[in-house]
Every structure is written in structure tokens, then in C-alpha cells.
């Protein structure tokens, strides 16, 4: 008997992917979608082998399509009976230092990473309040917690906007929904790919997403992942001056 269903986007590869592996292990039904519907396949034909009682659909999703969003969330809606748990995941981290000729990056990455979890947790939330229950997750990272440089600068923007998103829900005290933010830190994915290897603090996909698990089954309210060092490492850079953050992050 399935434990409940989760719509997770950004599902054809990185944490997404990994967060459908490890929610089929604990036996959820998942709604799972991306642009790339072939790589959702073959994710799903793995997740079918490992796990056959696991019920599996795909849809095809750009969130940075508002219309597209909605239409989605609510098929999949329809499709289950319902939805228990959304997970807005979705990202992009394409970036460059202001005033150096790449506002189109930038751009790509505030439309998709900020519009696109304002369009997601719209359409998650009229799902929720029609049904009365419902557990929102949102995706953040570490580099919500301070402004940052150079290429990270939108990014680390866009993810407090989605931090703030979850905060502002939470304050609205919507009966039966539960909100949750998720800070990760370093977990190696396909959108990190290209840093060094040795950067401090990764640790491997699936340890990584491991604690993000953990963390949502729990229903935390603000969880940093994994624990250590993020934790401490959270509380110093919310206290420490600007450029002592810079060197630790």
C-alpha cells in the first residue's frame, strides 16, 4: 500500500532524480517532471525494477511556463486522487558577476529558480486548500542565508525569495498545510558539476539527499543539509562580517 503521493520537479536528473530513488524506497507514489522526459524514463523504468509497487507518471514541464504549471500540477492532481506532498525543486545555476555582459544568464536563473517556484507553489497550494491538507517543500540552499559573489550573486537571490515564499506561507497558517524549506549545501549534482571535486564541504549525491529526505519526512520547518557542517556552518554566516562569509562559502 502506497505511504502517500509526491509531485517532485527538476526530476529528470541531480537531487530531483535522487529524491525519487530514495521516496520510492520508502513507498510513495511519485508524480515526477522535467523538460527532459527521456532521462524521467529511464529514471522511472529504474525506480519500476527496484520497486514494482511504486506507481510512476511523468509529465513534461518547463516551470518557467506559468500556464504549463498549472495545467500539470493539476493533471497529476487528477491523475493520483490528490496530492500529498509537493516538492519544488526545480532549479537552474547559470549566473555572472552584475554588469559583465550575461544578464541573459542571470535572467534565465531569476525566471526559473524564483518565478518558477512562485508558479509551482501556487498551483501546489490551490491543490491544498481545495483538498485541506497538504505538505509544501521548497528547495533553498545555504547561499540564502547572505547576499553572494560574482556568479552566485542571482542565485543565492533567487533562494532567499523561495525562503521567503515558505516563511510568508507558514505565517499565513493555512489549516491542514505544513511548509517546509530546505537549506542543502554542497551535494554534488548534475547543476554543480562542473566545480573542482575537492570543494569543501560536497559530499556525494545520495548521502546528500539522504538528509534532505530526512528532513522532509519530519516535516522540519527550516532544515540546513546535510546536518554537519551545515548547521554550524548556517548560525556563522548569519553572524559573521560579509567578507569572512565570502571565504567560507
Known amino acids: ?96 558577476a552584475l554588469g559583465t555582459g550575461r544578464h541573459d544568464a542571470n535572467r534565465q536563473t531569476a525566471a526559473t529558480n524564483f518565478m518558477g517556484a512562485l508558479a509551482q507553489s501556487e498551483a501546489a497550494m490551490e491543490i491544498f486548500r481545495a483538498q485541506g491538507r497538504g505538505h509544501l517543500v521548497l528547495i533553498s540552499s545555504m547561499s540564502a542565508l547572505r547576499g553572494m559573489r560574482r556568479a552566485m550573486t542571482v542565485y543565492a537571490a533567487t533562494k532567499a525569495g523561495v525562503a521567503a515564499l515558505a516563511e510568508g506561507l507558514r505565517a499565513e497558517r493555512v489549516p491542514g498545510l505544513d511548509v517546509s524549506v530546505i537549506h542543502p549545501g554542497y551535494i554534488r549534482s548534475e547543476m554543480n558539476e562542473h566545480v573542482r571535486q575537492r570543494t569543501r564541504f560536497m559530499v556525494d549525491t545520495a548521502s546528500g539527499v539522504r538528509s534532505m529526505v530526512a528532513a522532509i519526512e519530519r516535516r522540519r520547518v527550516r532544515a540546513y543539509v546535510p546536518a554537519w557542517p551545515w548547521v554550524p556552518l548556517g548560525f556563522a554566516m548569519r553572524v559573521l562580517p560579509l567578507w569572512v562569509v565570502s571565504k567560507l562559502t
Do not use: W
Not at 46 to 74: K, M, N, Q, S, Y
Open 1 to 96: 500500500m502506497s505511504k502517500g503521493t509526491i509531485l517532485i520537479t527538476g526530476a529528470s536528473a541531480g537531487l530531483g532524480a535522487e529524491m525519487a530513488r530514495q521516496f520510492a524506497a520508502l513507498g510513495y507514489d511519485l508524480g515526477l517532471c522535467a523538460r527532459r522526459v527521456d532521462r524521467m524514463e529511464a529514471l522511472r523504468d529504474e525506480i519500476a525494477a527496484d520497486h514494482p509497487g511504486c506507481r510512476i507518471e511523468l509529465r513534461a514541464l518547463d516551470v518557467t511556463d506559468g500556464d504549463a504549471v498549472f495545467a500539470v500540477f493539476g493533471d497529476l492532481a487528477a491523475a493520483f486522487g490528490g496530492m500529498d506532498r509537493v516538492i519544488v525543486n526545480a532549479g537552474l545555476g547559470k549566473g555572472a
